[in-house]
């Protein structure tokens, strides 16, 4: 039995750590939690990175800088703006990262009961305390069943409509190369949390994710790792993106909803994209 990312008892280890910080990114990572503090005051509760910067696996160049930031109140319109200047400013003065990306959350959404085993495993499992009081310490612990299956990953078959929009209204390599990245990272970690309570493991390697897909689905396992592949490494090509979101996504999804059930609804409008639970670069 294989308890990778779990500790002793089957609860997932917090993955990243300041620590892990590789030296090219240390500079980064100074300037933003100077400048998040600087931009929002006393609005914010704390601040987190996650991704590969934590986790010591950045490729200078190539990897972004993730952040989620928790704030005393529902985000504003100042709030959002802010972040985008925040984010754009990072990106600009900091060649070792491509671009930088900021969620922003009310601490009482990342803390609610409808998002305790996603945004809140998210925050708990997946993100390293930077500035402020962590609210981790408020949330319970996790294992890698098929609750947290269903709630992090179950709403695929409801984004896929979306996706074809998306797909057919982009024009450039560029547009599609930017989809093919997004589409294909989100449908990895799907895959692998398909498996995960099989598994009883965690990983945020996409590589090691498509790897793991494939032991439980073989007659799947070349698709899923030729979409990490791409997820790592995007393709401007409609193709792919077709590829992945009307053969890969449409089966994943039934197989998903079949398995875990639909991810619950959640109420009131979601003012952005959730956060990949992996991002791997």
């Known amino acids: 039995m294989e308890h990778s990312g779990l500790d002793a008892y089957g609860y997932f280890e917090r993955e990243g750590?300041?620590?892990?910080?590789?030296?090219?990114?240390?500079?980064?990572?100074?300037?933003?939690?100077?400048?998040?503090?600087?931009?929002?005051?006393?609005?914010?509760?704390s601040a987190y990175l996650y991704g590969s910067v934590p986790r010591g696996t950045a490729r200078p160049?190539?990897?972004?800088?993730?952040?989620?930031?928790?704030?005393?109140?529902?985000?504003?319109?100042?709030?959002?703006?802010?972040?985008?200047?925040?984010?754009?400013?990072?990106?600009?003065?900091?060649?070792?990262?491509?671009?930088?990306?900021?969620?922003?959350?009310?601490?009482?959404?990342?803390?609610?009961?409808?998002?305790?085993?996603?945004?809140?495993w998210f925050l708990a499992c997946l993100c390293t305390p930077l500035l402020g009081a962590d609210l981790a310490e408020h949330l319970p612990r996790y294992r890698p069943d098929s609750l947290l299956a269903r709630e992090t990953n179950g709403g695929?078959?409801?984004?896929?409509?979306?996706?074809?929009?998306?797909?057919?209204?982009?024009?450039?390599?560029?547009?599609?190369?930017?989809l093919c990245r997004a589409f294909a990272r989100h449908l990895v970690r799907t895959g692998f949390t398909l498996v995960m309570p099989r598994y009883e493991g965690w990983t945020s390697d996409l590589a090691e994710s498509?790897?793991?897909?494939?032991?439980?689905?073989?007659?799947?396992?070349?698709?899923?790792?030729?979409?990490?592949?791409?997820?790592?490494?995007?393709?401007?090509?409609?193709?792919?993106?077709?590829?992945l979101v009307e053969d890969l996504g449409p089966w994943l999804a039934d197989e998903y909803t079949a398995r875990h059930g639909t991810k619950a609804p959640r109420q009131g409008p979601q003012e952005q994209d959730p956060p990949e639970p992996a991002e791997a670069h």
Do not use: C, N
């Open 17 to 45: 750590s300041l620590g892990r910080v590789q030296r090219e990114f240390a500079p980064v990572v100074a300037a933003a939690r100077s400048r998040i503090a600087e931009a929002y005051g006393r609005r914010l509760h």
């Open 156 to 178: 695929l078959a409801g984004v896929l409509p979306t996706w074809r929009e998306r797909a057919r209204a982009a024009g450039t390599p560029e547009e599609h190369r930017k």
């Open 61 to 120: 160049g190539r990897s972004d800088l993730d952040l989620l930031l928790a704030l005393h109140h529902e985000p504003g319109d100042d709030d959002r703006d802010a972040a985008e200047v925040l984010a754009r400013g990072l990106d600009e003065d900091f060649p070792q990262i491509d671009g930088a990306g900021i969620l922003l959350y009310g601490k009482d959404a990342l803390l609610s009961e409808q998002e305790r085993f996603d945004l809140g």
């Open 210 to 243: 498509a790897e793991i897909f494939g032991r439980y689905y073989p007659e799947r396992a070349a698709q899923m790792r030729a979409a990490a592949a791409v997820a790592l490494d995007p393709v401007g090509d409609p193709a792919v993106v077709r590829g």
